[in-house]
């Protein structure tokens, strides 16, 4: 079997690392993709070979030939990691050492695939209520669909055919269809919260890339005329695209930032994209936490320094959409929750002193960090504030209201959260949970930079 | 015409029409368009000397006997105002007093003796309204240039008007650096305000404005800011319009909503002797018409004008909506506009003297307090480890970093190169001061001694006004 073909068939995944190779990165998106493709076509379903191929491509790695064990181990690289069992088995039983070690560093592409792999989603409904088709959507996500009633969603009727479709084509498809709406949750940034009201983020203009939906907002062009010189001259021009970045929260990406490679008008002309086009390149985005505990989603600047004679629509911007993802975590818990009782917890080497007071059913978890070196908004105390969750018996997550902003006593840092029993999450029974039991955490102690490609289409220039 | 509105005493409201009649010429040209001057032209008119009869004990000065060593001279012109003071006529007396004003500093110790002397209460009372007149306007007034010089120097006339510029013992003073090449220039400068001077000497010389930033006096050398575009210059102030910018959204999700706005861009300079503790962020425009008649004012929205941003710096960014012009329209035909600062008129000066030797030495002055720590000399570099109080720090103390001074023995002031810590301990903040010893002394190089750490605490302030005026701006 030759590489192309095996590529073709990952062409929907759309998902690199930044380590891997030039050439896999410029066959993952189709160069001639249509301009306005329907939602749907973002991306087509994952497919997966056959376990005959497999085994061929197995049994390469140990031929003479080196080409030809240089093409399985691409070939096993790009595999779905839906044959990750089956590799792993691969690598269990070998005694040769040459083709364990070739295996494994295989097998790590196909890993890191899976980190940023969208979750997908298999729905066919005919004349559905909302409300179904949300809680069969939820059945199938390993993260939370919240909201805060679900009076708005009406009466109507959805319908959808969608086989192992990435998780923000099937929203999109359905978006024309009900008044669902998606926002990042600034205090629980673990789930996504729908809502009927605002901005509709999944509409033409968005894009889905892996396990991101892409959405500009808004185009913003500024011309500057320089009154300085003794005859006023044109200085500049400049067009600053706004996006908003959505991303699954089982992602746990840090760090959303993106990188324009390419933005031309409609006859060609480049509209010379910023190469680093995160706005802010110090700005932190945590996933719906930027930089704090508010704010909302990502919402990044790509700045443009267009030519004088630029057309009237940016025809295509292409990219990768950055971000870190845990790739090792430490799992934390702490049970035996009694009213005021003070715990002492090592979360990734900082000392932290956690109490967790209930009230009806709402819990309020207070934490102090000792001041030392630690810093209240870097990365590892945002993680902490993000990873934390109070879990009843049934292993159901409780919902999230609120985090206190920092202050500090004489030695620590003070921060906290606040939980209630009581919400919507689609997909699960009752809108109760039961009594918290356990604080948990899954901090990430290891992560990796990923890359995903994305392309943009037919934005309008004002 | 810029205004002070007294914050802590009303009574000193104060004009440009006394600063700018200073001299005997009319008020500079202002306006490079040749817009009219929103400033008089010529002094206020002054009441023929009379000599109330039967007024008990009014002091006066010598006029032409030497005087005594403790005694200052006064011309003929400062006696007959001084007798003024005394007038039966209200007017008479007010003018008088703007008179004195206008003579500027070198009135001051005559009117001290006058006060001194006199037991007329009317006298008294004007004497020293016209001392604190004076005392603010060296402040916050305009500086009045005169120069003229044949066949000097680039660094000659810098250092010239380097001295004319010194007031109150404030420093304006401004370097060339590296910029004769041995060419020497003529110019003649006839009772100009500080900042038509200093373009005056960029234009005879082809130095250009070099800005250092705080309360650093200007300097003049071949690479700084060249800035022949559209500017206005009202007293003590110079707003300089720099871009136009047209700035269009567009909701994508809702193409059809397009918002369009026009502003403008200043850069405006107050000159380096005034201590300014909040500048504005925006300019009100007063009137902003296009080529088709149109008015580009934008509505005044709530907030619009509140923008400050604190800290003494003698040059700042300010921006004017505008709204949308006529598609047809290629040039605001008239453009006007105001902005006020706060500015120091009063401040207690802080001094630490025998620098070098200061270990853990405490002064206070203005209710503020500063410790000098140590004091390290390596090379051309002197750094100072001091603390302050932490309370009333609103931007934690950077302000007021800003403002510190090391003078050596003849006052000249060795450069501020920067300002480290910040960080606080028992209510105290603690910081690190570095400066540059060498300096341009008379147009050569020096190495400065440091003798002692100034640092004036403002104690009082003043809103002050500045309206300036532009023609023929492009929006194409």
């Known amino acids: ?462 | 015409m810029y205004r002070l509105h007294s914050i802590t005493t009303p009574l000193l409201i104060l004009t440009a029409c006394a600063c700018l009649a200073a001299g005997p010429t009319t008020a500079p040209t202002l306006a490079p368009t040749g817009a009219p001057s929103l400033l008089p032209s010529v002094a206020p008119p002054v009441a023929p000397s009379v000599s109330p009869t039967g007024t008990p004990a009014t002091a006066r000065i010598p006029v032409t006997a030497p005087a005594p060593a403790t005694m200052p001279t006064v011309s003929k012109e400062m006696q007959g105002a001084i007798d003024r003071l005394t007038d039966d006529d209200a007017n008479t007396r007010e003018a008088a007093q703007d008179q004195l004003v206008q003579m500027g500093p070198i009135a001051i110790d005559p009117l001290k003796q006058l006060i001194a002397a006199t037991t007329d209460i009317e006298q008294r009372t004007g004497a020293q309204a016209a001392i604190m007149r004076i005392e603010e306007m060296a402040m916050t007034g305009p500086t009045i240039i005169t120069m003229k010089m044949e066949n000097v120097t680039a660094e000659q006339i810098v250092a010239e008007f380097t001295r004319q510029a010194k007031v109150m013992g404030k420093s304006s003073d401004g370097e060339a650096d590296d910029v004769s090449g041995g060419k020497k220039y003529s110019i003649n400068i006839d009772h100009q305000l500080y900042w038509t001077a200093a373009r005056q000497i960029c234009k005879a010389t082809g130095l250009k404005i070099n800005l250092h930033g705080g309360n650093s006096p200007i300097g003049f050398s071949r690479g700084g800011m060249d800035l022949p575009g559209p500017y206005f210059i009202d007293g003590p102030f110079m707003i300089v319009a720099t871009t136009l910018s047209t700035n269009t959204d567009i909701e994508l999700a809702h193409p059809g909503n397009i918002n369009r706005n026009q502003n403008i861009q200043f850069v405006c300079f107050a000159e380096p002797k005034l201590q300014i503790g909040q500048r504005p962020n925006s300019v009100k425009l007063v009137e902003a018409t296009d080529d088709t008649g149109k008015s580009l004012v934008a509505a005044d929205t709530e907030g619009m004008y509140s923008g400050f941003t604190d800290g003494n710096q003698g040059y700042w960014d300010a921006n004017a909506m505008l709204n949308t012009p006529e598609p047809a329209a290629k040039k605001i035909v008239r453009l006007r506009g105001q902005l006020q600062v706060v500015a120091t008129t009063k401040t207690e000066t802080l001094e630490i003297p025998d620098l070098l030797k200061a270990k853990n030495v405490t002064r206070t002055a203005g209710g503020q307090s500063i410790t000098v720590n140590s004091v390290n000399v390596r090379g051309d570099e002197v750094t100072v480890n001091l603390s302050i109080l932490a309370s009333n720090m609103n931007d934690g103390g950077y302000q007021m970093m800003q403002s510190v001074r090391l003078v050596d023995a003849e006052g000249h002031y060795l450069q501020n190169n920067g300002v480290g810590g910040g960080g606080g301990m028992n209510g105290r903040l603690q910081f690190r001061l570095n400066f540059n010893r060498r300096s341009s002394v008379d147009g050569k190089d020096v190495v400065l001694q440091a003798d002692k750490l100034v640092l004036p605490v403002p104690t009082e302030t003043k809103v002050m006004d500045c309206n300036f005026e532009m023609k023929d701006l492009p929006l194409k």
């Open chain 1, 1 to 462: 079997m030759n590489c192309s073909r095996s590529l073709s068939l990952l062409a929907s995944l759309a998902i690199t690392t930044i380590a891997t190779s030039t050439r896999a990165q410029s066959s993952l998106i189709p160069p001639d993709a249509p301009a306005a493709a329907p939602a749907a076509k973002d991306s087509a379903p994952p497919s997966t070979r056959p376990a005959a191929d497999i085994e061929v491509l197995l049994k390469d790695m140990s031929s003479d030939d080196w080409k030809l064990r240089q093409q399985a181990a691409d070939a096993i690289g790009d595999l779905d990691p839906a044959m990750l069992p089956r590799l792993r088995k691969a690598i269990e039983a070998t005694t040769d050492v040459d083709l364990h070690s070739a295996l494994l560093t295989a097998v790590k592409r196909v890993e890191d695939k899976a980190m940023i792999m969208p979750s997908l989603v298999t729905l066919h409904l005919k004349d559905a209520a909302p409300l179904d088709a949300l809680n069969q959507l939820a059945a199938q996500l390993n993260f939370d669909l919240v909201a805060d009633s679900t009076d708005w969603l009406g009466e109507g009727k959805v319908n959808i055919d969608a086989d192992h479709l990435p998780f923000w084509t099937v929203m999109k498809m359905l978006s024309p269809q009900w008044p669902v709406k998606v926002v990042s949750m600034p205090t629980d940034p673990s789930r996504l919260s729908l809502v009927g009201t605002g901005n509709n983020l999944m509409n033409d203009r968005s894009t889905v890339a892996g396990s991101f939906l892409i959405c500009p907002t808004t185009l913003t062009t500024n011309a500057n005329i320089d009154l300085l010189p003794a005859v006023p001259e044109f200085k500049s021009r400049s067009y600053v695209l706004h996006v908003a970045v959505l991303a699954e929260p089982k992602l746990r990406a840090s760090r959303i930032s993106l990188a324009v490679k390419e933005a031309i008008d409609e006859n060609g002309k480049s509209l010379k994209p910023a190469e680093n086009a995160a706005g802010n390149p110090n700005a932190v985005f945590f996933n719906g936490m930027q930089g704090g505990t508010s704010g909302q989603q990502p919402a990044l600047q790509v700045r443009m320094s267009p030519p004088p004679d630029a057309g009237k629509t940016i025809a295509k911007m292409s990219g990768v959409v950055r971000c870190r993802v845990p790739t090792r975590t430490q799992h934390v818990e702490v049970g035996d929750l009694a009213d005021g009782k003070e715990h002492t917890v090592d979360l990734g080497g900082r000392q932290l002193k956690v109490t967790v007071t209930a009230t009806d059913k709402q819990y309020d978890v207070k934490i102090l960090m000792a001041m030392g070196n630690t810093n209240p908004n870097d990365e590892q105390s945002m993680a902490m504030l993000r990873d934390m969750n109070l879990i009843d018996a049934d292993g159901n997550s409780l919902y999230r209201r609120g985090i206190s902003p920092f202050g500090n006593n004489a030695r620590n840092w003070v921060f906290g959260a606040t939980f209630s029993r009581e919400g919507t999450a689609f997909g699960r029974k009752g809108k109760v949970t039961g009594e918290a039991v356990k604080l948990v955490w899954d901090v990430a102690v290891e992560t990796k930079d990923m890359e995903t490609p994305f392309e943009l289409v037919n934005i309008p220039i004002p």
